[in-house]
């Protein structure tokens, strides 16, 4: 297993096909996927077809980002998965740009407030700043979205705007729009003292 980055609790690696079971597994839970699609699943043949391969093709254009699967460092248990990834969709549906490197993660519902997000993320902020020369890493999330607005927040990203983009799923609570959390790396430079 090529770790990719460590933490306290997590290892971070690549993704492999031999992940589909458990990605599929992530993504038919509805309160996993609420506020990305409404709760609806991401079925095996996508994951398999369209999704695997695009997340795949990330560790060879861009080295170093990528999708990242988390792995609980006491049990090998999959938890989840962090990305950090060249901005994919500059332009968002109302207009506005997007810019930098993103951030983002989906954990299993067993790992939820246990800070395993907030620990994946900080890592992935400082590493995006101290060896991949990101100057700027942001990350969205529906506004209504509490929980991830305060990973974001404790992952050192500083609320930016509120924003509307086109999602294929209508989620309740979308009608708010997104909003982005944002820290560039002076910002990052004069947060660590």
């Known amino acids: ?5 460590e933490t306290e609790r997590l290892l971070l690696r690549r993704f492999t096909a031999d992940d589909l079971d458990a ?9 996993v996927t609420w506020f990305i699609t409404g709760g609806r699943p991401t079925g095996r043949d996508a994951l398999r077809d369209e999704v695997f391969p695009r997340w ?19 049990t090998g248990d999959f938890l989840g998965w962090f990305l950090l990834r ?8 109302d207009g506005s740009t997007r810019d930098g490197i993103e951030l983002g993660y989906r954990l299993r519902r067993a790992s939820w407030g246990k800070g395993y997000a907030t620990e994946g993320a900080r890592a992935l902020v400082e590493k995006g700043f101290a060896e991949l020369g990101a100057e700027r890493i942001f990350a969205e999330a529906l506004a209504v979205h509490g929980a991830s ?9 500083r ?12 989620v309740p609570g979308d009608e708010h729009g997104d909003v982005e959390y944002a820290l560039t790396r002076d910002e990052w430079i004069s947060s660590r003292g």
């Open 86 to 93: 060249p901005n994919a969709k500059p332009i968002r549906a």
């Open 1 to 5: 297993m090529q770790i990719f980055l």
């Open 149 to 157: 607005r305060r990973v974001m927040e404790k992952a050192g990203l």
């Open 159 to 170: 609320y930016v705007g509120t924003c509307r983009d086109d999602w294929p799923d209508h």
């Open 23 to 31: 990605v599929v597994e992530l993504d038919s839970d509805p309160e």
């Open 56 to 74: 795949f093709s990330f560790y060879d254009r861009y080295p170093g980002y990528g999708y990242f699967a988390a792995i609980e460092k006491a």
